[in-house]
């Protein structure tokens, strides 16, 4: 069983920055690659970002160079740093995990937080 919590959201200027954090129960997240997704309005959820086990990254190119995910396996969590943030980075985003290597697809992942709303103001 795991369950995901994500959080950092918020309301930002374009050219700004936000880190988003997302916490995963239970002890350890030993053996899950974990991924980050957004659904803005309108839109059908997309790829994010990924951080497998032990810790390759995968970026959808439309945020290459801007975001960085990242993970704190002693914390149970992984984050999203998004720098230079456009306004249609607006979005709801989730993060997911799955057993061990990275994926695009939302059909591949077995867990998934609420969401945290991030909105970017031009």
């Known amino acids: 069983q795991v369950q995901l919590v994500e959080s950092g959201g918020g309301l930002v200027q374009a050219g700004g920055s936000l880190k988003l954090s997302c916490v995963a129960s239970g002890r350890t997240m030993t053996g899950y690659a974990m991924g980050w997704f957004r659904q803005g309005p309108g839109k059908e959820r997309e790829f994010v970002a990924a951080?497998?086990?032990?810790?390759?990254?995968d970026y959808a190119d439309s945020v290459k160079g801007r975001f960085t995910v990242s993970r704190d396996n002693a914390k149970n969590t992984v984050y999203l740093r998004m720098n230079s943030l456009y306004p249609e980075d607006t979005a709801v985003y989730y993060c997911a995990a799955k057993m061990f290597s990275t994926a695009r697809d939302t059909t591949d992942y077995n867990y998934w937080g609420q969401g945290t709303q991030v909105t970017v103001s031009s």
């Open positions: 951080i497998s086990w032990p810790g390759s990254t």
